[in-house]
């Protein structure tokens, strides 16, 4: 029943904003964070049943061949967590931002959150191509909300590519069940054993290539840029920090079941995709004078370590990825509610024209210090001891070259977070032209912000400390063992 | 990790070296450092430079040591960032490599052995710590940062930088090659007479001694891979002590004559003796002249090469330390033997300059001392060898002979050589220009930003996935 409640809740919310949209033309900002932290525990219910004993829920009590099953180990209770942590700091920036006033965009904001919750939770292939629909088409919307023309394009944009990564899904989806006649995807890792390989060929391309577009891995990372550089502020947060790791689940999820024992080459493709994310992203945030499409550049590359984590097909390279998911979630919502507020202040994004803040705003300028060290991987931060789990696990698999990509990743990060990082503490306009210059224009202080900023870079250092000790470890390795271990997923769905 | 690895027979020299670097460094820091926030910043960052310091030698595992090794790197890059930021960059981004390199080693020495112990590395992994290790001992061709890091770095900077982290760089090849190993020996010689070649043409007093550094850590190298270990040690534990007293007092005669330039300087020691007394006295005992730590080291170093060596390894090795008497000779006559009267006199600024030249012959006599603080050690050669600067005495002579002609042609020619010597490789890290450069035109090619590309793409993918599932 928890796990139902996860999806249902958001979803109830979602319809109940327009309705009472009908009573009041602003809504009271209590009222939207009452609904988002019920909302929230009620993910965090799922997320705390799913940790302690894994827990499967057969809809309307039909078997799994033929109803829908909604399932929650250690793998989904993680993102879970990533998503609620990340799905509420977004509102919180948002509700500060906007009030309680564009009733769409809470509307949206919970569909979106109840169809994450969905792809989290599903057991059915087919479901889980429904629930990316809402998530998808919540999210083209999130991107288009401020309705400048920039917001208009990177939403289109990301309509049109989206929809053809959906396709691919869709695709994959379809074949697998002219292959099999089942959608379960517990059943399934079991029948595709039996499947021609010709057809698993098929089916694996088009799962691959379709969720890893919306991952947005090198190669066909197009809209990510342009999404989550035109968003507001807490949607690019979001969209970084939360939608890609969902899209990081769904590919570890379909993955881990499916191509484990049938088709290995599968994590080859997924390592050879993760190092060229990697290199491309961060070669390409280099050449960036744009500072929210930097981060998102900077986003494309901590992808490609999280799918070289994936790709060793290991249950410490799993590990490593949700653990470097986690972390980049922290890192990434930070930096980007950290680098909008300082350029809507500014008035502008370009990395040169943002000087003089560290007189200005230090509280903010510190905070994106912290998290930018932790995303390069400077210890004590949690940055390193991911990325040398990630290093750890891929050399355990037999592969250098992806290790090396990370090692030179953190050379190349280094050198752009340090450009940024330079312009914040260079001395400002204001401290070489007239003081009789009108003053920038005033804007509301953003302390919920900066508290969320603050606490994340707190939780970085934490996070990286705790990394060293054997318990936390442990907490850590026991997702990726949930996540390869097949068999016990399979037993869990079937009751075998 | 444990605090006992600090005193372990390898670590001892480094913290010993490592002691009195810092508190010279935070003394001469005061003094070096004029506005009261480049003080305080100066001093934090020397707590943790030793806090990192302290790390990297009680480390038992080698990600701990890499940790250490990166709060030690970022503590410098923010010292040398307080004069050069370009030149800090460099440095950090080359050191930021070297610990991803050695990470990368380290990982795949843990998938081998499934131990993470500081210890001697297999075979398919030691090129990851040679490399790595390589960057932070500044190896021939991975040596671009340290000219630059070193020469630009505030003086007390400098001198943690040449005293201290290169010499973890040595630390870490001590620890994972214990055994003879021929290839370090080879990198070793020639990395000595590299560095002392190019020592010679520079005008820039802290040039000549980034490079003298590159030079001794050739030394070592080369003692690493002969597999004396403690000899390396040993020798770190001096050079450090020389080349703190050498940073130092550069950087009281910078802040005295107010240029660094040979040129300029010239006939100043005339004039004021006690801010270059120190420099001289450190130039001596990096000379290696007879009766020096120096020279002891430098013989046990190519004594330790054996007769098996190849014959132009001690030759070189040889020609390297003579060479050392030749450089440094550069740098320290034209104070006292031109007169400058012609140029007008350099700049001139009375001050506590006492104190800190007093500082820097005190820790000369700890050079004069390591002598007698590891006779254990340099026992067995003095015995072996007696003395004899290579493995034959005409071969001995003929090295000092060409290190002599070497230095002669150059001071010949010296006129028509720029300020900072001959040209080095360097790997620009700018978007303008080098290797970046190109890589930035590649990835702007990476992103059309077209709807008919980006299927294109797909596609293309989608059949790449095909064929090779």
């Known amino acids: 029943m928890t796990l139902v409640l996860a999806i249902v809740v958001p979803l109830v919310a979602a319809f109940l904003i327009p309705v009472f949209h009908l009573a009041r033309k602003t809504l009271p900002v209590s009222l939207i964070g009452i609904m988002g932290l019920i909302s929230l525990s009620a993910s965090m219910a799922a997320a705390y049943a799913g940790w302690f004993s894994p827990e499967v829920s057969l809809l309307g009590g039909w078997a799994p061949e033929i109803g829908i099953v909604l399932v929650a180990d250690r793998l989904s209770s993680a993102f879970l967590l990533i ?86 899904i869709l695709l994959g989806t379809a074949f697998t069940f002219m292959a099999t006649g089942i959608l379960n995807m517990a059943l399934l890792s079991e ?22 577009i919306k991952t947005g891995a090198f190669p066909v990372h197009f809209w990510l840029p342009d999404a989550h550089s035109s968003a507001q502020t807490a949607v690019s947060a979001l969209l970084s920090g939360v939608l890609v790791k969902v899209s990081i689940y769904a590919l570890m999820r379909v993955c881990f079941l499916f191509f484990l024992e049938t088709n290995g080459t599968v994590f080859l493709a997924i390592t050879v995709i993760g190092s060229l994310s990697a290199l491309g992203g961060h070669l390409m945030a280099l050449r960036q004078d744009d500072i929210k499409r930097l981060l998102a550049y900077s986003t494309v590359a901590q992808i490609g370590y999280i799918l070289i984590g994936v790709g060793c097909a290991s249950a410490a390279g799993a590990a490593a990825a949700v653990f470097h998911s986690f972390n980049h979630m922290l890192m990434k919502m930070g930096l980007f509610i950290a680098a909008g507020n300082v350029s809507d202040e500014k008035g502008t994004r370009e990395i040169c024209k943002l000087t003089g803040l560290w007189k200005e705003k230090p509280f903010w300028v510190l905070g994106f210090t912290v998290l930018s060290a932790a995303i390069v991987g400077i210890p004590p931060l949690n940055g390193f001891m991911s990325k040398w789990f990630i290093i750890l696990s891929s050399a355990g698999a037999g592969t250098v070259i992806p290790a090396l990509v990370i090692a030179a990743g953190t050379v190349i990060s280094a050198a752009y977070y340090l450009r940024v990082l330079s312009a914040f503490v260079s001395p400002g306009e204001s401290d070489q032209e007239d003081p009789f210059k009108s003053s920038p224009r005033k804007v509301r202080s953003k302390i919920v912000s900066l508290t969320i900023v603050g606490s994340f870079a707190m939780f970085c250092l934490a996070l990286g400390i705790m990394a060293f000790s054997p318990f936390s470890r442990e907490y850590f390795s026991s997702i990726g063992r949930t996540a390869v271990d097949v068999g016990a997923y399979v037993g869990l769905v079937t009751g075998r | 990790m444990s605090l006992s690895n600090l005193f372990d027979g390898i670590n001892a020299p480094f913290l010993a070296a490592g002691l009195v670097l810092y508190i010279s460094a935070v003394i001469s820091g005061e003094w070096y450092f004029k506005a009261p926030g480049e003080r305080v910043r100066f001093r934090v960052l020397v707590a943790a430079a030793s806090a990192g310091s302290i790390g990297i030698l009680s480390s038992g595992n080698w990600l701990l040591f890499v940790f250490f090794l990166e709060i030690l790197t970022l503590s410098l890059w923010s010292m040398i960032s307080m004069k050069e930021p370009r030149a800090a960059l460099v440095y950090l981004l080359s050191q930021l490599a070297a610990a991803g390199l050695i990470l990368v080693g380290t990982a795949g020495v843990y998938a081998h052995t499934g131990s993470l112990a500081i210890g001697p590395v297999p075979e398919p992994w030691r090129v990851f710590f040679m490399a790595g290790f390589g960057i932070k001992a500044a190896f021939p061709l991975l040596h671009f940062w340290l000219p630059e890091a070193h020469g630009k770095a505030p003086s007390p900077a400098s001198a943690l930088l040449s005293g201290f982290a290169v010499k973890t760089g040595i630390l870490g090849l001590i620890r994972a090659f214990p055994e003879p190993f021929a290839p370090l020996v080879l990198i070793g010689t020639v990395m000595a007479f590299f560095g002392a070649f190019m020592a010679v043409f520079p005008r820039d007093i802290k040039r000549v001694l980034a490079y003298s550094t590159m030079s001794h850590l050739g ?144 820790i000369l006599l700890l050079v004069i001392a390591a002598d007698s603080f590891f006779p254990s050690i340099l026992h067995a050669f003095r015995v072996d060898t007696g003395f004899t600067p290579a493995s034959d005495k005409l071969e001995a002579f003929i090295a000092s002979a060409a290190a002599g002609l070497i230095i002669l042609l150059a001071r010949l020619r010296l006129k028509g050589i720029p300020e900072q010597g001959l040209p080095d490789i360097k790997i620009c890290l700018s978007m303008d220009e080098g290797p970046l450069y190109a890589f930035n035109r590649v990835s702007g090619c990476c992103h059309p930003g077209r709807l008919n590309t980006f299927v294109f793409v797909a596609l293309v993918f989608l059949v790449l996935l095909m064929l090779t599932l």
């Open chain 1, 83 to 168: 998503t609620g942590i990340g799905s509420g700091a977004a509102l919180a920036c948002a509700l500060e931002k906007f009030g309680g006033g564009p009733w769409r965009f809470y509307a949206i904001f919970f569909l979106l959150l109840g169809s994450m919750n969905g792809i989290l939770l599903t057991g059915d292939l087919f479901n889980l191509f429904v629930f990316y629909e809402i998530f998808s088409v919540a999210a083209y919307l999130l991107v288009a909300f401020s309705m400048s023309w920039q917001a208009l394009e990177a939403g289109l944009k990301y309509l049109v590519l989206g929809t053809i990564g959906a396709l691919f």
């Open chain 1, 191 to 212: 029948a595709l054993v039996s499947v021609p390989r010709e057809t698993l060929t098929a089916i694996s391309a088009c799962l691959v290539l379709g969720l890893t």
């Open chain 2, 219 to 362: 030394f070592m190298t080369a003692a690493v891979g002969a597999g004396s270990g403690e000899i390396a040690a040993a020798y770190a534990f001096s050079h450090a002590m020389i080349k703190g007293n050498l940073f130092i007092s550069a950087g009281i005669v910078e802040k005295t004559f107010g240029t660094r330039d040979i040129f300029a300087l010239r006939g100043s020691g005339r004039l004021h003796f006690a801010a270059v007394a120190a420099l001289t006295a450190g130039a001596f005992f990096a000379a290696g002249l007879p009766g020096t730590a120096s020279y002891l080291l430098k013989n046990s170093v190519i004594s330790s090469l054996g007769h098996t060596a190849p014959w132009w390894q001690p030759f070189m090795l040889t020609a390297a330390g003579m060479m050392a008497a030749g450089y440094l000779l550069n740098i320290t006559a034209p104070l006292f033997f031109r007169d400058n009267s012609k140029n007008g006199t350099p700049k001139h600024e009375e001050g506590g300059n006492i104190i800190f030249a007093v500082l820097s012959v005190t």
